[in-house]
């Protein structure tokens, strides 16, 4: 019990001191100012579309991985897991020498397209996506594997195509983990910060996300920071809120 009680408290001490710390009398002044609102408005967008990304090619990616044996599967497995366990950081360089302006990719986007992401919003948006999607892939290729491949099966034989198999048949099979897996990438992509701080920078109102601004107000304005954390920690709970069924198993 006591070991169990001296790692509960390392736990929640630190969240009940954010908790005790915050400026409450101040608070609704505080989010209101542009600079917050802005950290906060970009957070949320970059986010979202950063999941929209995950789901346009983690989905397909995560089926791949479930539905269709091909030699090496194991190793591009782990391969899309490695953002997991990767330094952010290191995902933020990792990006730069692929998508940077001498990059293998961006320099030739840049020449052909004048296109130039690092320390943009895009970058913000790539550098959320690079670390959030294997959440989403692991959740749906485990939903995946947990359904029944006959109706899959079934469907074809009756006539389905593929894309009505995967559509009408797949999907909603694997709905529970599309959404645990969606709620979770959204999540990790308005926390990120490494990747972003190093592929992205720290622009206010084009680079400078919530998990940023709280780094920067450290600096400046420690109360700042207390409030920016109390909105990413809300954020953390409603999310556990949200996946109770499938990660702590009440209702």
Not at 165 to 192: I, K, Q
């Amino acid at each position: 019990m006591l070991p169990a009680l001296a790692g509960l408290a390392f736990l929640v001490l630190p969240l009940v001191g954010l908790l005790w710390r915050a400026p409450w009398r101040t608070l609704g002044t505080r989010l209101a100012q542009p600079a917050m609102l802005e950290a906060l408005r970009l957070s949320l967008v970059s986010a979202t579309i950063a999941t929209v990304l995950c789901l346009l090619f983690g989905v397909p990616l995560a089926w791949l991985l479930a539905r269709v044996p091909f030699p090496g599967v194991r190793l591009v497995r782990a391969l899309v897991t490695v953002p997991l366990v990767l330094p952010p950081v290191v995902g933020g360089v990792a990006l730069l020498l692929v998508l940077g302006r001498r990059g293998l990719v961006g320099e030739w986007l840049d020449r052909a397209f004048g296109v130039t992401l690092p320390f943009t919003t895009a970058g913000v948006v790539l550098a959320e996506t690079f670390v959030a999607m294997p959440f989403l892939v692991i959740s749906v290729e485990g939903a995946l594997r947990a359904a029944d491949a006959r109706f899959e099966e079934a469907a074809a034989t009756l006539g389905a195509g593929r894309w009505t198999v995967f559509r009408r048949v797949t999907l909603p099979m694997a709905a529970p983990g599309v959404l645990a897996g969606a709620v979770l990438c959204w999540s990790r992509a308005l926390g990120e910060f490494g990747a972003t701080i190093t592929f992205a920078g720290n622009f206010p109102g084009r680079t400078q996300t919530m998990p940023l601004a709280v780094y920067l107000a450290l600096e400046t304005d420690p109360q700042a920071a207390i409030v920016l954390s109390l909105v990413l920690l809300a954020v953390s709970v409603a999310v556990l809120a949200a996946l109770r069924d499938r990660w702590t198993g009440t209702a």
